[in-house]
């Protein structure tokens, strides 16, 4: 899609068009020199439509809210993206009021990075999935001009991302169950999502089917200790790697007593969203998931990896409901964690990139310069 019709398909265009946010570089004679030095930032809503209806522990939802994001520099086009699962607190008028608010303008450098993160949040706080649709654009950005994917420009080999997981939830209706869960066949790990009344029959019906290790996310539902560590010990017992998020994330001391007594790791989500969070989640938790819509991007991701692993704990990689734009961009970091949860692409029907790919399970970055997509269509 050219600038143009993405100005034309926003459903916010005539918001937008009120907007401090300059579209106007593209078309003016700055930009026959190629140097045009302004970041361009623009936007526009995008609902995700889910291929099946997403049960978690406390919501069942069929789509998804998400913002896409392009900033322009000198004729060069980043890609970013902003997803909202509802339990963030973020929505498609809050992240389009803080893209409005932004003035990238005042940036003639897109490598500046630490001075524009500062920038977004002293703009206001919290605004996570929108400060990373900005990071995940400049980055796609600065690895174009660069010519370079940003695995390579952090030093990483490809090589060593690893298998990700594949999710599935509870579906009441057992024909779609069954749906569910042969789809999970090409996958070498499988994340199953608990905390409802079904954990031991969805376990069980997948391994009527399948010995693929798996691993579960409780999303905050369990909320007896004991019970939880009994469900540690049952999982254990069944081929699972290890529980994110078992009890809710309040139940702080109780969950550091799981930890103590679980056969298995206990890793830490919606406990956890920034680098400011790790230090304390290391006191009750064996992991933490990072996820670019918590972390206001890559660039603070790396940074989370970076202490978690010096305060000696395994690092997982996930990511929302989101097209192959966030997806992607999450992959490149991949090779430096433990365990990725890297399908948010595959659970939608509406993509607009192409992207990572998963090849016999594994995580598989793209040659590309930047984050790693194409635009479809
Ligand atoms: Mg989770």
């Not at 919606?270 to 972390?295: C, F, H, P, W």
């Amino acid at each position: 899609m050219n600038r143009r019709n993405f100005l034309k398909t926003s459903a916010l265009g005539l918001a937008f068009a009120a907007a401090p946010i300059s579209l106007s570089a593209a078309d003016s004679p700055t930009r026959s020199t190629g140097r045009s030095g302004r970041l361009n930032l623009s936007f526009e809503p995008y609902e995700l439509k889910l291929k099946h209806a997403f049960n978690l522990a406390r919501s069942q939802r069929t789509t998804t809210p998400d913002v896409q994001v392009q900033i322009e520099y000198d004729g060069v086009i980043g890609y970013g993206e902003a997803s909202m699962p509802p339990y963030l607190g973020e929505n498609v008028e809050s992240v389009c009021k803080f893209l409005n608010s932004l003035d990238l303008g005042q940036f003639a450098d897109p490598f500046r990075m630490e001075d524009i993160h500062d920038y977004l949040d002293n703009v206001a706080p919290n605004n996570r999935a929108a400060k990373a649709s900005v990071d995940i654009a400049l980055h796609d950005l600065t690895g174009k001009i660069m010519g370079q994917p940003w695995y390579k420009i952090w030093g990483l080999d490809p090589a060593k991302a690893p298998n990700t997981s594949y999710t599935i939830s509870y579906d009441s209706d057992p024909v779609e169950m069954q749906n569910k869960i042969d789809e999970c066949a090409p996958f070498k790990v499988i994340k199953i999502k608990m905390g409802l009344d079904h954990d031991k029959e969805i376990t069980e019906a997948f391994r009527a089917k399948f010995d693929t290790p798996i691993c579960v996310d409780a999303n905050q539902g369990w909320t007896d200790k004991e019970k939880a560590l009994d469900m540690c010990h049952w999982l254990a017992e069944r081929n699972c790697l290890f529980v994110e998020q078992p009890m809710p994330k309040e139940m702080f001391e109780e969950t550091a007593w799981l930890r103590e007594r679980s056969p298995l790791p206990i890793i830490a989500d919606e406990y956890l969203q920034r680098i400011t969070d790790v230090k304390r989640a290391s006191e009750a938790y064996d992991g933490i998931n990072i996820k670019l819509m918590k972390s206001t991007g890559l660039h603070e991701a790396y940074k989370m990896a970076t202490l978690a692993r010096a305060l000696g704990m395994k690092v997982m990689l996930g990511c929302m409901t989101e097209t192959s734009c966030a997806v992607t961009a999450a992959a490149q970091l991949s090779p430096l964690v433990d365990w990725a949860d890297l399908d948010g692409n595959l659970l939608i029907a509406n993509d607009r990139f192409d992207g990572i790919k998963i090849v016999d399970g594994k995580v598989t970055i793209p040659d590309r310069p930047g984050i790693g997509v194409e635009l479809l269509g």
